[in-house]
């Protein structure tokens, strides 16, 4: 099979194999509900999904829904949440978004770029995993491994990650940014580590610039 010469053709090739590499590619953050799953990828922030799932237990047990959660002494849910870095900032964002879901949304998560991204603590990021997770609306995140895999295979030369967003959503199905997203942050995860890529177990080693193979 013939390399893919532009960017769209990468891309195309890329959602192809990653499909069949990862078919049940599933957010790793545990949530049961909109709600949650914002307020999970809310604490992700520079913080492992390991890390998060050990501290929502405890947190969507006391305060399951924006309503409980608007009402929380500050102090307690830090104390809840301080196994995470920045928990107090972020104890501060959690609380004014669920504050705010009541103030204008009446207690549930909104489907809009633009109303997500007014939340605190939310940005594109956040907002695209809610969207495309727990909404099933497009939504392409571009974290960190999205945005170096990105590099690597020469789908874009941008840095800024809504600039690198843009750029590829035209590059994948709408109703599959989602999933893309998922499977190239696996695959950075598992065999595209930044400190050593694993170039001779990646299937995309017969068409990515950047392999060693």
């Known amino acids: 099979m013939a390399r893919p ?58 305060y399951p829904d924006a309503s409980s959660l608007a009402e929380a002494n500050l102090e307690d849910v830090e104390k809840l949440i301080g196994s995470l870095g920045l928990f107090r900032n972020k104890a501060k964002n ?66 800024d990650p809504v600039k690198v967003e843009l750029e590829l959503n035209p590059m994948v199905p709408a109703a599959e940014r989602g999933t893309f997203s998922l499977r190239m942050i696996l695959h950075g995860r598992r065999v595209c580590v930044a400190r050593r890529p694993n170039c001779e177990d990646c299937v995309l080693n017969d068409f990515c610039p950047s392999s060693t193979i």
């Open 94 to 159: 959690i609380v004014g978004c669920a504050q705010q879901l009541l103030e204008r949304h009446d207690g549930e998560v909104p489907t809009s770029m633009k109303d997500l991204s007014a939340l605190s603590g939310v940005g594109r990021k956040t907002a695209n995993v809610v969207r495309s997770v727990a909404l099933g609306l497009p939504g392409l995140p571009v974290d960190t491994h999205v945005l170096r895999l990105s590099h690597l295979l020469q789908l874009t030369e941008l840095t």
């Open 5 to 62: 010469r532009t960017p769209k053709g990468r891309a195309r090739r890329v959602h192809e194999r990653l499909a069949d590499e990862y078919p049940e590619a599933e957010c790793e953050l545990d949530h049961d509900s909109p709600f949650q799953l914002l307020i999970a990828t809310i604490l992700s922030a520079q913080a492992t999904d390991v890390g998060v799932n050990k501290a929502t237990p405890g947190l969507f047990a006391a």
